[in-house]
């Protein structure tokens, strides 16, 4: 998707390893997700952020949303092989439209 | 299991035909969403219904039509195919009307190839 941006588009890491995803809108979001989908599978919930300079965090993957909220990244500390996939975010680019625009996505391998 | 369930899982066919495919949102889920995932174009917004009627739509072509039903099962039909229709085709439910309102539940998708 050119309104969501997103990198690297793949990215190869050694098991332990921490690693930073990157999704860049031109537009101020007004709601930004992050999924995980397995190769060929449905896509998974991880996080969702809604506020300038919100954090969260699950086990050990962090998502923030800058201030201006049109930046989002996905840390991953100590990465493992089940973090292995693809990572999306996702944002809905509108006010009342119900239009959901994602990224192309990250592919991330983890190697053991 | 997100609670979202689609048929057929593959399905192979040839170029010129017609294929529907069904989903069945999660128990509750008002809104339908329709998406389309190949490799060269990533994952794209297709359509979205909300409690029966069209709601947003994205780069779905004329060729492709979608509909809800009162129980709130959707299908996607897809005529005349070529062969870059091949694709994994997704469908997502949620409570709400976008993405704002809650996340969206995927469904396992519908691998399509046409030959």
């Known amino acids: 998707s050119q309104e969501l941006e997103q990198s690297p588009q793949s990215l190869i890491v050694q098991e332990g390893k921490n690693l930073t995803i990157n999704c860049t809108s031109s537009?101020?979001?007004?709601?930004l997700y992050w999924y995980k989908q397995k190769y060929g599978e449905g896509l998974i919930f991880l996080m969702m952020?809604?506020?300038?300079?919100e954090e969260k965090s699950h086990e050990k993957i962090t998502a923030k949303l800058d201030e201006k909220k049109q930046q989002s990244s996905l840390h991953i500390t100590a990465s493992q092989p089940s973090h292995a996939g693809i990572y999306l975010c996702?944002?809905?680019?509108?006010?009342?439209?119900?239009?959901?625009?994602f990224g192309d996505g990250t592919t991330l391998t983890v190697k053991p | 299991d997100s609670g979202v369930t689609q048929t057929p899982k593959h399905l192979i066919t040839a170029t010129g035909q017609r294929v529907t495919l069904r989903c069945s949102p999660r128990?509750?889920?008002?809104?339908v969403y329709w998406y389309q995932q190949s490799l060269d174009q990533g994952l794209q917004f297709l359509i979205q219904y909300y409690n029966g009627e069209e709601r947003a739509k994205g780069n779905i072509l004329e060729r492709f039509s979608a509909q809800q039903f009162p129980d709130l099962h959707s299908e996607l039909n897809l005529s005349s195919l070529e062969l870059g229709d091949s694709a994994l085709y997704f469908c997502?439910?949620?409570?709400?009307?976008?993405?704002?309102?809650?996340?969206?539940?995927f469904g396992e998708g519908s691998r399509l190839t046409v030959l």
């Open positions: 997502a439910s949620s409570r709400g009307t976008g993405l704002l309102t809650g996340e969206l539940f």
């Open positions: 128990s509750g889920d008002l809104s």
């Open positions: 996702g944002a809905d680019m509108g006010t009342n439209a119900g239009k959901s625009t």
């Open positions: 537009k101020t979001l007004y709601g």
């Open positions: 952020l809604q506020k300038g300079g």
